[in-house]
């Protein structure tokens, strides 16, 4: 799985937010799959869940002017691929544009 999301943000602590956020959205939703959110550093974020006692990992890493989100999707949830890709890309743009607008 590869999704890059153009931020356009300066202050790149502002875009870790950004990921804290959108990580917090689903977290309840998720409750059931064990999310789990874990920073590297200040720039690289680990976001794991297990589902049908399969873990996927995406990596978060922030860079100057984009959002690059990575992982490995185990075979068995291959067919929905781009639908996570969509979710987890589209959730993230969301909070990007409410940081952009001021809401965080």
């Known amino acids: 799985m590869k999704y890059v999301a153009q931020h356009g943000i300066e202050d790149l602590d502002r875009v870790k937010t950004v990921i804290e956020k959108a990580y917090d959205s689903?977290?309840?939703?998720?409750?059931?799959?064990?999310?789990?959110?874990?920073?590297?550093?200040?720039?690289?974020?680990?976001?794991?869940?297990?589902?049908?006692?399969?873990?996927?990992?995406?990596?978060?890493?922030?860079?100057?002017?984009?959002?690059?989100?990575?992982?490995?999707?185990?075979?068995l949830f291959r067919p929905f691929e781009s639908k996570i890709e969509k979710v987890v890309g589209g959730e993230v743009e969301k909070w990007i544009a409410k940081e952009k607008a001021g809401e965080i």
Request: charge should be positive; aromatic fraction near 12%.
């Open 26 to 75: 689903y977290k309840g939703r998720l409750a059931d799959y064990s999310p789990s959110l874990r920073w590297k550093d200040d720039r690289n974020a680990t976001v794991t869940f297990t589902v049908m006692k399969k873990t996927i990992n995406t990596d978060f890493i922030i860079t100057s002017s984009e959002v690059r989100i990575e992982g490995s999707i185990p075979f």
